[in-house]
Every structure is written in structure tokens, then in C-alpha cells.
């Protein structure tokens, strides 16, 4: 049917994506470490990879959900179990929010890296910035600042209309016997599990794009910038991931589970 079709063009793109992005990482070492242009392969790379990513994210999820069965039962109970029933379940619905999460760690983590290893290269090399470098760099930052501001939108919206929805089954789960607390654990452990899916995913299309270009224009392959910008954009996509979730859920739960059902049955 035309699911299936849609499912088919969209798994295409996704290796398609990929497979270009690999290459754009790639070509990165044909480049010369002076080349005006070497900042563009990787970015665009890592931005490829990011897409791939997030296109097969569903199925990414699932397998993580299944290895982290155990320790989210074990850590939070009730509300861990129910969480990996859902998201084996809900894998698919998922990958709404799952997207705009990897995009964002992926693009502003690979392109705020890249220039500060430039603008480190420069300062090392004791050249003063040219007006094309600055110009450059105020550009990527606007673009990266961009990107930003829509995946924020995108995740927070995703995450809201996602968890809306949930009214009736929240309703189901109560009057099966779980607490509200629990749900809202549940909330709360299905967001944990997909910040670190979407940082994960996010973070190793960055990578691949950050080593290339360190390795040919610092002569270095792992970049000395260290970890602050990227604990900063975890903490980011953690905040509106959590806070997005926790309080849509707790706004809808204030709903009685009987009402509930019955209204949206």
C-alpha cells in the first residue's frame, strides 16, 4: 500500500543520505589545510550522516530499548517496564521526536567543533582573521543558530502533540492499576531514553565530520576544544526533551482516568 511505498522512499533517502555523507567525509582529505573550502565536506557530511540517522532511527530504538530492558527495570520499576513496552510499540511514532533531536545535536555539535578547531588553526598559525574569515564564521554560527531554533521548535512541538495524545491510554493505565506517579515516571524514563538515543545518533554523525577535518587542518585527530561545547548542547536537547514531556504529561494526567477513556473512545 502506500505506507509500505512511503516506507520504502524513505529507507532509500536514508541510505542515500548516508551513503553521500560518507562520501563527503571522505573527500575532506583531498582538501589542503589551507583550502578556503575544506569546512564544507565535512559539515555537509556530517549534516548527511544526520539525516541518515535520524531516518532509521526507529529501528535504532528498538534495539536499544531492548538491551536497556533490564536496567530500566531495575532503576525505576514499574514506570522503566512500562516505558520499554511503550516505546517497542511506539518505535515508530517515536522517530517525530527522535528526528529533530539527532539533527540538532548532530549539526550544531559537528559545526560549532569545526570552527573553533578553524579559528584555533588561525590563531596558532599567528595570522590575524581576515574580514572573509569572520564573515564566514558569523555565517556558520547564524546557520547553526537557525538550525538550533527550528529542531528546538520541532522537538518541543513533536513532543508536546506526542504526548497530548496519549490522554486515553494514560487514562487505560490508571485504571489498570498504575499511579499517576507511574505514568509520569514513565514520562519521564521514555524522555531519558530518547535523549540518549538522539545525542547518541547525533554525536557520532558530528564526530564523523570533527576527526576528518581536525586530522587535515590541525595535523591532530582527536580536537583539543574538549567536552564543554557539546555538554552544553546535551544539556539543551535534555532540557526540552524532559521538560517538554514531564509537564505535557502532567497537565494531561489532571484529567480523570475515567473521563479520560470515556472522551477520547
Do not use: H
Request: charged fraction near 15%.
Amino acid at each position: 500500500g502506500t505506507a509500505r511505498a512511503s516506507g520504502r522512499w524513505r529507507r532509500l533517502g536514508g541510505w542515500a543520505a548516508l551513503a553521500l555523507g560518507t562520501a563527503a567525509v571522505c573527500a575532506t582529505f583531498t582538501f589542503d589545510a589551507t583550502d578556503p573550502a575544506l569546512m564544507a565536506a565535512p559539515a555537509y557530511g556530517a549534516i548527511l550522516l544526520s539525516v541518515g540517522l535520524a531516518v532509521f532511527s526507529p529501528a535504532l530504538l528498538r534495539v536499544l530499548v531492548d538491551r536497556l530492558e533490564r536496567p530500566l527495570g531495575t532503576l525505576f520499576g514499574a514506570s522503566g517496564l512500562l516505558a520499554v513496552q511503550n516505546m517497542r510499540r511506539r518505535a515508530t511514532q517515536l522517530s517525530g521526536v527522535l528526528m529533530p533531536l539527532v539533527l540538532f545535536t548532530g549539526m550544531a555539535t559537528g559545526t560549532l567543533y569545526m570552527q573553533a578547531i578553524e579559528n584555533d588553526a588561525i590563531d596558532a598559525s599567528g595570522l590575524t582573521r581576515s574580514v572573509e574569515d569572520k564573515n564566514l564564521e558569523t555565517l556558520n554560527l547564524t546557520v547553526v543558530g537557525i538550525i538550533v531554533v527550528f529542531s528546538c521548535i520541532m522537538l518541543i512541538n513533536s513532543l508536546y502533540a506526542a504526548t497530548s495524545y496519549r490522554r486515553r491510554e494514560f487514562g487505560q493505565q490508571r485504571l489498570a492499576g498504575a499511579t499517576p506517579g507511574q505514568v509520569l515516571g514513565m514520562v519521564g524514563v521514555e524522555a531519558l531514553v530518547l535523549t540518549v538515543s538522539g545525542v547518541v545518533l547525533g554525536s557520532a554523525a558530528a564526530v564523523a565530520g570533527i576527526l576528518p577535518f581536525s586530522s587535515v587542518r590541525a595535523s591532530a585527530l582527536v580536537p583539543d576544544q574538549g567536552l564543554g561545547t557539546w555538554l552544553g548542547i546535551v544539556a539543551v536537547a535534555a532540557a526540552a526533551t524532559l521538560a517538554t514531556s514531564v509537564a505535557t504529561a502532567r497537565r494531561t494526567l489532571r484529567t480523570p482516568a475515567v473521563r479520560a477513556v470515556a472522551v477520547t473512545a
